[in-house]
T-cell receptor, first 117, second 113 residues
Framework: GENVEQHPSTLSVQEGDSAVIKCTYS??????FPWYKQELGKRPQLIID?????GEKKDQRIAVTLNKTAKHFSLHITETQPEDSAVYFC????????????????FGKGTLLTVNP | EPEVTQTPSHQVTQMGQEVILRCVPI?????FYWYRQILGQKVEFLVS????????KSEIFDDQFSVERPDGSNFTLKIRSTKLEDSAMYFC???????????FGPGTRLLVL
């Protein structure tokens, strides 16, 4: 089955700096890669996702890059703010075009991001 | 904006007791999921459900677990005889047939004593 590795497990940055979180996956048939933000005691919230037919996607201060050959994808947050502090999870899944229609998510272990004011 | 809801938010039970966790997915969604998150660990897939049947389940989802959609709105996870290691946050998620995005509920924190 799919295995997703995520690094680092903790990341501390100064407000205004950039933060980068990296994930690797093992199943070459995975084709959908969402990133979720989870604040303490709250539900995971989707912040950005990318599909395997795209190498990069950007949404304001957040961007995700995907390298299918190397099977890794990364989350980039620029101009970090204290409210960006949370646990970030990457995930991978197979979709309808990849031998599965289920889209079950396999998550990484999470990165605790702390943005210091 | 519609959200997935879950009840109860917290449940404490004795080992060996049955628990039922309830979820109300977003109304036009057709795919439903249960995940669990043991404290401090990653979110793990338990089961997916579509068209009134299980479409996939993980090795965690053994005979002690079952899911049901008893009516048009609820989606439940039952644990027949809880064990200490079932203590975790249980998240329900749903998605429509038009996109991959799964929307998560707020979770039920289950504590087995």
């Amino acid at each position: 089955g799919e295995n997703v590795e995520q690094h680092p497990s903790t990341l501390s940055v100064q407000e205004g700096d950039s933060a980068v979180i990296k994930c690797t996956y093992s199943d070459s048939a995975s084709n959908y890669f969402p990133w979720y933000k989870q604040e303490l005691g709250k539900r995971p919230q989707l912040i950005i996702d990318i599909r395997s037919n795209v190498g990069e996607k950007k949404d304001q201060r957040i961007a995700v890059t995907l390298n299918k050959t190397a099977k890794h994808f990364s989350l980039h947050i620029t101009e970090t703010q204290p409210e960006d502090s949370a646990v970030y999870f990457c995930a991978a899944s197979r979709g309808a075009n990849s031998g599965g229609s289920n889209y079950k998510l396999t998550f990484g272990k999470g990165t605790l991001l702390t943005v210091n004011p | 904006e519609p959200e997935v809801t879950q009840t109860p938010s917290h449940q404490v039970t004795q080992m060996g007791q049955e628990v039922i966790l309830r979820c109300v997915p977003i109304s036009n969604h057709l795919y439903f999921y249960w995940y669990r998150q043991i404290l401090g660990q990653k979110v793990e897939f338990l089961v997916s459900f579509y068209n009134n049947e299980i479409s996939e389940k993980s090795e965690i989802f053994d005979d002690q677990f079952s899911v049901e959609r008893p009516d048009g709105s609820n989606f439940t996870l039952k644990i027949r005889s809880t064990k200490l290691e079932d203590s975790a946050m249980y998240f329900c998620a749903s998605r429509s047939d038009r996109q991959e995005t799964q929307y998560f509920g707020p979770g039920t924190r289950l504590l087995v004593l």
